[in-house]
């Protein structure tokens, strides 16, 4: 059974940085690339960040360039999410995925295992 596990999340300042862990198992972590998404209050879940099945390669929505990054071990069995300098509008659940595609897409519909999701809050 392939389980993702997401122990972190919680409340930060404005201008504050949190990292976010995924803990895979049940799955062939190397085999697979890693997405992290988000949903904010009545929106939907939006692509946040991709990285490749080596963790060589990565891809970020334009909203978290340069403030986000995304990490992959492949020994740990687990995916990082680095935010820096966060804002507000980066309130969300954020919720780790999984896939065996190579193509880096950032299309929920290409991920086939989704971790419960975490909260993130921005605040002053």
């Known amino acids: 059974q392939v389980q993702l596990v997401e122990p972190g999340g919680g409340l930060v300042q404005i201008g504050g940085s949190l990292r976010l862990s995924c803990a895979a198992s049940?799955?062939?972590?190397?085999?697979?690339?890693m997405g992290w998404f988000r949903r904010a209050p009545g929106k939907e879940r939006e692509f946040v960040a991709t990285?490749?099945?080596?963790?060589?390669?990565?891809v970020y929505a334009d909203s978290v360039k340069g403030r986000f990054t995304i990490s992959k071990d492949n020994a740990e069995n687990t995916v990082y999410l680095q935010m820096n300098n966060l804002k507000p509008e980066d309130t969300a659940v954020y919720y780790c995925?999984?896939?065996?595609?190579?193509?880096?897409?950032?299309?929920?519909?290409?991920?086939?295992?989704w971790g419960q999701g975490t909260q993130v809050t921005v605040s002053s």
């Open positions: 995925a999984a896939t065996r595609r190579t193509i880096l897409s950032r299309s929920p519909s290409e991920y086939d295992y």
């Open positions: 049940g799955l062939t972590f190397s085999a697979h690339r």
């Open positions: 990285i490749n099945k080596s963790g060589r390669t990565t």
